[in-house]
């Protein structure tokens, strides 16, 4: 009996950890975006290009970069390429909240900062709560955020 209860627990950790990791966390967002400012800082064009290519050194399960100049326009966006040129200060997300607006806001008093908002999951195509971590490089933010599940 003492066997299979420690089986059936073993069990249920695994497949926790096996969920848990399917999807990006919090202090992937973080450190994704110091990888990203590092490689700007070193080279702003090749970044911003393997970004938008979605090359496997930047795009991770469901964490991905975008960049954003501070008038909105998408400098590097690592799920969709047709957005990278747009002016989107005005978008926004389900809910009516123009979430690049405050984006660049956050980014002009704070520098670092988390900002939740919805957006399309590149996983399940559909708008689910997001929490993104940015910061502030220069005139852009950098950003990655997490899908809330």
Not at 17 to 34: Q, Y
Not at 89 to 104: M, N, S, Y
Request: one cysteine or more; charged letters at 30%.
């Amino acid at each position: 009996m003492k066997a299979s209860v420690w089986i059936a627990s073993a069990t249920f950790l695994m497949c926790s950890a096996a969920m848990a990791s399917e999807f990006a966390s919090e202090k992937e967002a973080e450190a994704l975006v110091g990888k990203v400012v590092t490689a700007v800082k070193a080279n702003k064009a090749k970044t911003y290009e393997e970004i938008t290519a979605k090359d496997a050194k930047w795009i991770d399960r469901d964490l991905y970069p975008v960049v954003y100049g501070l008038d909105g326009k998408v400098l590097a966006h690592g799920q969709n390429a047709k957005q990278v040129g747009k002016e989107l200060i005005d978008l926004k997300d389900p809910d009516g909240k123009a979430f690049v607006k405050e984006r660049v806001d956050l980014a002009n008093s704070k520098g670092k900062f988390w900002q939740d908002y919805k957006f399309t999951d590149p996983i399940t195509k559909k708008a689910l709560p997001k929490r993104a971590y940015c910061e502030k490089l220069d005139d852009t933010v950098i950003c990655a955020g997490v899908y809330k599940r």
